[in-house]
């Protein structure tokens, strides 16, 4: 991620996980005859710039704000703060 600012680094993934969420939400999805509404929840979660942290502590981070999307009504992105 040179040259970005990690506000713009989290924005785009929350971004991008939002038109993700979008498209399975809109997307007509059937099992035999009965149709299927999918939605789904994300959580999001980055280093920020001069921060080193372990791939499980991202993982943990990005769960959280996984759990903290459903808690709040699912079908969300929510970015670990």
Do not use: C, F, W
Not at 2 to 26: F, H, W
């Amino acid at each position: 991620m040179q040259g970005r600012s990690a506000e713009k680094s989290y924005e785009e993934a929350k971004l991008t996980a939002e038109n993700i969420r979008q498209k399975v939400e809109q997307k007509n999805m059937y099992h035999g005859e009965l149709k299927l509404k999918i939605k789904i929840s994300a959580g999001i979660s980055a280093s920020r710039p001069g921060q080193i942290l372990e791939t499980q502590e991202l993982i943990r981070q990005a769960d959280r704000a996984l759990y903290a999307a459903k808690e709040s009504g699912r079908n969300k992105v929510i970015v670990y703060q």
